[in-house]
């Protein structure tokens, strides 16, 4: 396909806006009785099973997209991501966050020069310092050992890491053996028993993004900064809150340690070490990353690597690369029927652009209104998404979903709980309790509930429209063994890919963010205006009625 043909003009897209007219016809009430069906729609790869079925799709639509993908040149678009070509064309860079995670002796080029050498020299430095700070080789101003770190970082350099974090977190070690004598853990059954909780034993890591004062007062709370290590991570080391938080920590430590403590209580992450140095951070403790690294896709460079590897040392952070890799080959060698991150990809496409749901309970997003050659496009390339963890959405928005606008959902389930308890007595684990929620919500979504059946269940007439629910609504399931480094790494890589495929076959830069900005330069000009005003007395000006009632409202307020 010629690049400045957009896909929306090609067959295969019209196909598929036709074939779109058949299946809503269907339901997945009907559509799921078909076991050859449910059968071709499941795929397993390195322990994890993806099942799809309960799509708003048939056999035909997968062939379809399948076509659209081949118009949209999807295969030649991944070698090219692969290949380290500048598919970011807007910022003229390579892509290649799958560089990070590759084997030591594997060849990736950038621009004639094979990336992976100087991947795993960071890693190995990242390995190194890690292990002085974890063992208390390296210590703190007053030769304390560095046992809690804050990082400072937004956006990218922040999200990625935090979902890390939090996956491998599962509950302090010391709560974990405390509540051991309360219950019964996995009596019946092998205790799972995740090394990362053993291997963040005593430490705590905590991140800092909002500019907000408060957040930065609950983020020091509690700790003492001689026992402290702050890591500030940032591609451009220039974004605002980060710098302000930067420069806040750089205060609190050396106004309790005097100034020479920033030396051993501040590392940097940045592809920018010049203004690293600048900062008062000695280079020689800065951990580099590159430009072909997109903020969005760096937990798996120095972002998330190094101050995951403080928390739960580099062998558990390494077992989560290893995790994104097994689905970097997956995704760019398994044909695509079989290709999960391909599927995914797909099936939004599918739901967005044909059956017109703009939403997903899940994660990320692409959302451009451009296409990658600067055409305005005439139809939406992303979804809305939002989710929640367990059954707290259960508990809130599920009735919307059940009831109220189609929203596909992806559910992600573990087979193994990082912490299973099996109450005395009790057969059920709380494990399979959550699970049973896994298991039952894609079926709710699918058949949902008829009014014969509900007559037949005698429920009084003047409730059986409140209890009626159309059904149809499409999710998927996707099963990991559990909740490691490894599986964490598949998972993330899944997510990662899922966007570039979207982003390939509507034809947008899923790689750069214009949008953000916008935002950025406006705000910029108010942190100017404050300054003059308070400085040197100016009054506002250069903004709309209501911007400059609400600033003069401001400024005087905050006066006192
Ligand atoms: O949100 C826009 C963005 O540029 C992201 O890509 C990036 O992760 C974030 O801001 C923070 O930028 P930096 O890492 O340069 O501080």
Known sequence: MASSVLISDTQPWKDLKAHVEDIKKTHLRNLLNDVKRSQAMTVEFDGLLLDYSRQCATVETLQKLLKLAEAASLKEKINRMFGGEHINSTENRSVLHVALRAPRDAAIQCDGKNVVPDVWEVLDKIQKFSESIRSGSWVGATGKVLKDVIAVGIGGSFLGPLFVHTALQTGHPDTFHRSASLFTFASRRTLYYPEAMEAAKGRQLHFLANVDPIDVARNIA????????????????TTAETMLNARTLREWISSSL???????????????LSLVEKFGIDPRNAFAFWDWVGGRYSVCSAVGVLPLSLQYGFSVVEKFLKGASSIDQHFYSTPFEKNIPVLLGLLSIWNVSFLGYPARVSMESNGKGVSIDGVILP??????????????????????????????????????????????????????????????????????????????????????????????????????PSLNAYNIGQLLAIYEHRIAVEGFVWGINSFDQWGVELGKSLASQVRKQLNASRTKGQPVEGFNYSTTSLLTKYLEASKD
């Open 222 to 237: 509690g700790f003492n900064p001689e026992t402290t290590l702050v890591v500030v991570v940032s591609k451009t080391f």
């Open 258 to 272: 005097g100034p020479a403590a920033v030396a051993k209580h501040m590392v940097a992450v940045s592809t920018n």
């Open 379 to 480: 139809f939406e390339t992303g979804e809305i998404d939002f989710g929640e963890p367990g059954t707290n959405g259960q508990h809130s928005f599920y009735q919307l979903i059940h009831q109220g606008r189609v929203i596909p959902c992806d559910f992600i389930g573990v087979v193994k709980s990082q912490q299973p308890v099996y109450l005395k007595g009790e057969v059920v684990s709380n494990h399979d309790e959550l699970m049973s929620n896994f298991f039952a919500q894609p079926d709710a979504l699918a058949y949902g509930k008829h009014p014969e059946q509900l007559k037949k269940e005698n429920v009084p007439e003047h409730l059986i429209t409140h209890k009626t629910f159309t059904g149809n609504r499409p999710s998927l399931s996707l099963l990991l």
